[in-house]
C-alpha cells in the first residue's frame, strides 16, 4: 500500500538546522511532485516547498526561501528538506505530499513530524 513516512524532526535551539526525510512506497516516486507543508498549532497548513519530478525544480514559501532546501533521490524513493538557520515560528508538524503528474486529484499525505525550534 501506499506510504510516506517522515523523520527527522525534533527540539531544536534557533539558529540550528535539521534534515527532514520522508520515505515512498507503494506508487511510482519519480512521477510525483513532491511537496513539504507545515501546521502551527492554531494556524492552517501552509506550503512550504515543492520539488517537481522532472528536471527537478523547485519552488519555496517566502518565510522559508534562503534557508530551506528541498532535494529528492528518486533511486530511494525519497524526499528530503534541509533547513537550516531555524526560527521560533518555524515550529510546527511537517507533513510530506505526493502528487501525481499524470492522474489529476491524486495525491498521497504522510502522517507528519514535529520541529520544535526554542531555547
Known amino acids: 500500500q501506499v506510504q510516506l513516512v517522515e523523520s527527522g524532526g525534533g527540539l531544536v535551539q534557533p539558529g540550528g538546522s535539521l534534515r527532514l526525510s520522508c520515505a515512498a512506497s507503494?506508487?511510482?516516486?519519480?512521477?510525483?511532485?513532491m511537496s513539504w507543508y507545515r501546521q502551527a498549532p492554531g494556524k492552517e497548513r501552509e506550503l512550504v516547498a515543492t520539488?517537481?519530478?522532472?528536471?527537478?525544480?523547485?519552488n519555496y514559501a517566502d518565510s522559508v526561501k534562503g534557508r530551506f532546501t528541498i532535494s529528492r533521490d528518486n533511486a530511494k524513493n525519497t524526499v528530503y528538506l534541509q533547513m537550516n538557520s531555524l526560527k521560533p515560528e518555524d515550529t510546527a508538524v511537517y507533513y510530506c505530499?505526493?502528487?501525481?503528474?499524470?492522474?489529476?486529484?491524486?495525491?498521497?499525505w504522510g502522517q507528519g513530524t514535529q520541529v520544535t525550534v526554542s531555547s
Open positions: 520539488i517537481f519530478s522532472i528536471g527537478g525544480s523547485s
Open positions: 507503494g506508487f511510482t516516486f519519480s512521477s510525483y511532485v
Open positions: 505530499k505526493a502528487a501525481s503528474v499524470v492522474l489529476a486529484g491524486r495525491h498521497y
